[in-house]
């Protein structure tokens, strides 16, 4: 009766204590993916559908962009495992605790007539780190540095995938506002095509220009069928950056670039305060420095108390319950072969290798942003010499058709001005778009590339510009 009561009480602690363990292991999926959508959709307003016609603007596009790539997703869960690295790296200051019973039956004697003793011990096994060298306290402190990381390279990406979509967006109206040029440049010259027809009948138009005419409409239906397969291959382009089925819904461009933008070199500034993956790097540089500390942290002593304590214990080879014991053990490294010396060797070669990747990244933004910026403000003057170049062109076709009508000009420079009517009226249309592209990669080389405040981030503060300006280009980094 005694060892059954014993056995059946054994069996429901370790009942309870395996129900307890598992309700604390079960994991809650939707809550782990909340923990990098709050990065991803900061007060970003409720997820967008798509219905059959419904006008996409550009910041549905992005929306959707946001809410629905796989890519930010992807690079959410690193960041949701640096998370779960920190609670790793916090675990070591918390002691460990592990119940392992064991049953033992041995025979005393021969096999057929000797004595079976029965033993059932269960221990209950403690142990915690007191002095370790502060390995775990800089350890915590480079997984603090490694979540601000990756939760920098998560809005770095967002970010390059907002671009893209937004180059995208563009090329695809550019290529249909070319269709809608070309179509109705088709029409005007079938017109003047079946005109000429007419006329060529009565005799007071030659053969020639008809030919001349129809050349003009076999090049404008051609310039039109690569337009029309251009608008294709971006609409199935850009429903992939979405992830949605956009190919045949109307698009309407909802953004116009500011009419001025501040010097390329406060621009500069601003990007190296605030670009994000500029901020990953610095916080990688911290990661490395720490994994130094943690690395020469080996030379110190550690210092480790087990608790043990047996909660039951019944059999002729048991010492019974309620013992209990508490063994302190030191480990100091006397020799190790240069192993530990060659460990902070290489934990400081990674931080001056993290310390080179952040000075030369830094170099690559102000390129980047000059570059951009040049090219923001080449667009835009070459867009206002379109639109003067375009109301030029017309008024050339208007007077040369005016002219042929009258009888003092041949048909040749009519097709003429029209070409160049239909070339100014396409670049211009081109014009267009590229400004505000260009636009777009000057947000992105600043790093300001956002679905917030009109796709613009919020801007560094003028305390943290002030500053940077005067850091030096480059971090100094020292050995011990």
């Known amino acids: ?273 605030g670009r994000e993956d500029l901020l990953a790097a610095n916080a990688a540089m911290k990661a490395a420095r720490e994994n130094v500390e943690v690395a020469f942290g080996q030379y110190y002593p550690t210092l480790t108390v087990s608790l043990n304590y047996l909660l039951y214990g019944q059999g002729p080879l048991s010492a019974g319950g309620g013992s209990w014991s508490a063994p302190f053990s030191v480990n100091l490294p006397i020799f190790t072969a240069g192993l530990i010396h060659a460990d902070v060797r290489t934990a400081w070669s990674q931080f001056r290798q993290a310390a080179l990747t952040q000075a030369q990244l830094r170099r690559q933004i102000d390129q980047l942003v000059e570059t951009a910026y040049t090219n923001y403000m080449l667009a835009r003057q070459q867009l206002a010499e379109l639109q003067t170049e375009v109301k030029a062109a017309h008024d050339a076709y208007y007077y040369a058709e005016a002219q042929y009508k009258a009888g003092t000009e041949i048909y040749l420079n009519v097709l003429t001005a029209q070409n160049t009517l239909l070339s100014t009226q396409l670049q211009l249309t081109t014009a267009q778009f590229n400004t505000k592209t260009a636009y777009f990669n000057l947000l992105r080389a600043m790093g300001r590339m956002d679905l917030k405040s009109g796709l613009s981030a919020t801007r560094p503060s003028e305390e943290a510009i002030r500053e940077l300006a005067t850091q030096p280009a480059t971090q100094p980094f020292y050995g011990k």
């Open 1 to 273: 009766m005694n060892r059954k009561f014993s056995l059946g009480w054994i069996t429901c602690r370790a009942a309870a204590c395996i129900a307890l363990l598992a309700g604390g292991c079960a994991i809650e999926q939707k809550n782990e993916v909340a923990q990098y959508r709050k990065v991803i959709d900061n007060n970003q307003p409720a997820g967008v559908t798509v219905a059959a016609g419904q006008v996409i603007t550009l910041t549905d596009s992005l929306r959707l962009a946001n809410q629905n790539s796989e890519n930010l997703s992807a690079q959410g869960e690193t960041y949701l495992q640096a998370l779960i690295d920190k609670d790793k790296a916090f675990a070591a200051f918390l002691p460990t605790l592990n119940l392992a019973p064991s049953y033992t039956f041995a025979s005393a004697g021969s096999a057929t007539f000797g004595k079976v003793t029965h033993t059932l011990v269960v221990p209950a096994d403690g142990q915690i780190n007191l002095f370790n060298g502060f390995r775990d306290f800089h350890a915590l402190k480079a997984a603090d540095a490694t979540i601000e990381q990756q939760k920098q390279l998560v809005l770095d990406l967002q970010q390059t995938i907002l671009l893209d979509v937004a180059q995208t967006y563009y090329q695809t109206l550019t290529d249909e506002q070319s269709v809608d040029v070309l179509n109705n440049s088709l029409v005007l010259q079938q017109a003047n095509l079946d005109n000429m027809n007419a006329q060529v009948k009565v005799g007071t138009v030659s053969p020639l220009v008809v030919a001349q005419a129809e050349s003009e409409v076999a090049q404008t239906l051609v310039s039109l069928n690569q337009a029309r397969a251009s608008v294709r291959n971006d609409r199935a382009m850009l429903a992939y950056l979405v992830d949605a089925p956009i190919e045949d819904n109307p698009l309407r461009d909802d953004f116009d670039p500011p009419a001025s933008v501040e010097p390329s070199a406060k621009l500069e500034l601003e990007a190296e305060a």
